[in-house]
């Protein structure tokens, strides 16, 4: 059959046989958490043996009546990452949909914030499930987070020319930094990187108060910048100085360009300092800390609230450093209750999660260099006024961005400020207070998790109706795939011949 693609008719068999191989890949991925479920012996064994031949079955019969394909077009390659999620989603509910009395629903929006690598939970009481399920939740981040790059390897000569597409669609930020010239060969390197650094952390996690099991959840939430945990109270339960260190030090990393690792760990570590993105980034973080330290010490002088006055006062250092990276990473763990500090601090941290992390980084959000780059837009603008004959061009890394970097960002600016503000529009209309219905709309478009008022730290999202679940798990989606490849199907001239 040929190797080549047509533009002029649309098939959904190529698109099909990429959700087979995934559902193939998701079935696999089960068996390490029913291994896990095997050793603990809580009882769900059977549930995930059940959901994992079920995927199987559907993957495998899928694959076989599909197998014989052309390569994926273009179009096809945005209809496939995008149903891809939901693909992953949809299968991914199962194990916990067999083993607890939960509605589909609600183990749907569970899995794609899993996936997603969002964190928002629906559970109430975490602790109570069994240990196959709670690593399976979390493993899911894992595989959501970089990890997913294994079934885009996969899939990459079936993509044909169009290999470099489906890795930009897959990869988050507005950029993908090819390492080897072959897209292939970048992903396999990418995610030989977040497998090593994601031991490393386990290592260390595990020498400290953590178990196994713990280490490697809460190693699967911080390398994903995810956010789920196995406890009620999220890190906060081991109340340890040295478990929090290790999380921020790998939720950093875990929020910068990958990569910037891959460098670095071949010793070029000025890599880092050269990085304007990495320098601004940083710079963000650094000034977040010291804004809220300066809070810290001086909000006796000017806050009225002094029962939020006395709760902030009481956080050590460490758990403003903790609160900060795990806001602007987009993980999502919590050390404290941070709806108890002043108001200020409050709106500092929902400032923060529209950041997110790196391009290349497994964090959420608008990214650093779509920021910094419509920053220098917005300067550039000015000047243009003072110097309307000045050929003013726009410079990022020392090299000038081209006019379709600057669409691209402006194009992604709008629709990501048009379903931000439509998001919360649409929470409000079911009756849920301002404050709710803003930050669980940033929460899930950003993949954070936590927000204020009722979808705070120490809530979760289970309050919420069916519809406005499977809604907001549409929008974790749209955060995750970056806006733009999930968006353009909604354009009637996609689907023309």
Known sequence: MSKHYSTKRFSLLPTLNV??????????????????SLVYGDGDAEALFKAMIITLAVGGLGYIFTRHTHVLAPRQVFLSVSL????????????MFFATDLSYTNCFFEAM????????SILTDIESMPHGILFWRSFTHWLGGMGIIVFTVTVMPMAGRSGTLLFAAEAPG???????PRISETAKILY????????????????????????????????????????NASIAHFNSAYVDWVIIFFMVLAGTNFSLHYFGLQGKLIRYIRSREWQFWMSIMGMAIVLLAGDLY?????????????????????QIVFQVVSIITTTGFATADFEQWSTYAQFLLFGLMFVGGMAGSTGGGIKAIRILLFTKMAITELRRMIHPRAYLPIKLRNQ???????????????FFMVIFVGTAFFLTAFGHDLVTSTTASI??????????????????????SDIEKWVMAFVMMLGRLEVLTVVVLFNRHFWRS
Not at 113 to 120: I, K, L, M
Not at 305 to 318: F, G, H, Y
Not at 443 to 456: D, K, T
């Open 400 to 414: 000038f961005v081209d006019d379709d970097a600057i669409r691209n960002t402006t194009t992604f600016l709008l």
């Open 84 to 95: 891809s999620w939901i693909s992953a989603s949809l299968f991914g509910a199962l194990p």
């Open 19 to 36: 959700l087979a191989a995934l559902t193939l890949f998701i079935g696999v991925s089960m068996g390490f958490s029913l291994l896990v």
């Open 298 to 318: 001086f909000s006796k002088y000017y806050h009225s609230n002094l029962a939020a006055v006395q709760a902030l006062q009481a956080e050590p250092l460490r």
């Open 443 to 464: 929460s899930m478009l950003c993949n954070i998790g936590p927000g204020l008022a009722n979808v705070g730290p120490t809530d979760n999202y289970a309050f919420f």
């Open 192 to 231: 030989g990187v977040y497998a090593l650094i994601s031991l490393a952390e386990f290592s260390l996690l595990w020498v400290g108060p953590m178990d196994w099991f713990d280490a490697a959840c809460h190693t699967f939430g911080t390398m994903a910048t995810g956010g789920f945990s196995t406890k």
């Open 113 to 120: 914030s899993g996936f997603t690598t969002t964190g928002a």
């Open 174 to 180: 507005p950029v993908s930094d090819k390492i080897t």
